[in-house]
């Protein structure tokens, strides 16, 4: 997506791998976040995320943000960076791809 960063599913577990502290936002619908995650990822659908402003600003680990493919979460990447300046990253190819890569997709801890 234009004027996005972005990252590969390799490229993610690589840092989830080595401890890198990360927050993983999972921007899908409540169904979707109900068929799985990656694990540690919390659940902020894309339509809340203009409510949600204030805190990711203040986030103190770099964001990802994920949903099925990627177009979403790129578009949670552009809104957080025009309304706040802030640069967070997007999962190139969504959770697809990171699935797909061979890594884990886990059932949400709690409810949505």
């Known amino acids: 997506?234009?004027?996005?960063q972005e990252i590969d599913a390799a490229s993610l577990q690589q840092k989830l791998a080595a401890g890198e502290k990360l927050r993983?936002?999972?921007?899908r619908s409540e169904g979707e976040f109900a068929?799985?995650?990656?694990?540690?990822?919390?659940f902020m659908p894309l339509h809340t995320v203009p409510?949600?402003?204030d805190d990711l600003k203040a986030s103190k680990d770099p964001i990802v943000f994920y949903c099925r493919s990627g177009n979403?979460?790129?578009?949670?990447?552009?809104?957080?960076?025009q309304h706040t300046g802030v640069e967070?990253?997007?999962l190139?190819?969504?959770?697809?791809?990171w699935y797909h890569s061979g890594n884990?997709?886990?059932a949400p801890t709690k409810a949505a």
């Open 88 to 90: 967070a990253l997007n």
């Open 35 to 42: 068929q799985g995650i990656i694990p540690g990822a919390e």
């Open 51 to 53: 409510l949600k402003l």
């Open 72 to 81: 979403r979460s790129g578009q949670a990447c552009w809104f957080l960076k």
């Open 104 to 106: 884990q997709i886990v």
């Open 1 to 4: 997506m234009f004027g996005v």
């Open 24 to 27: 993983l936002i999972d921007v």
């Open 92 to 97: 190139s190819g969504g959770i697809i791809a």
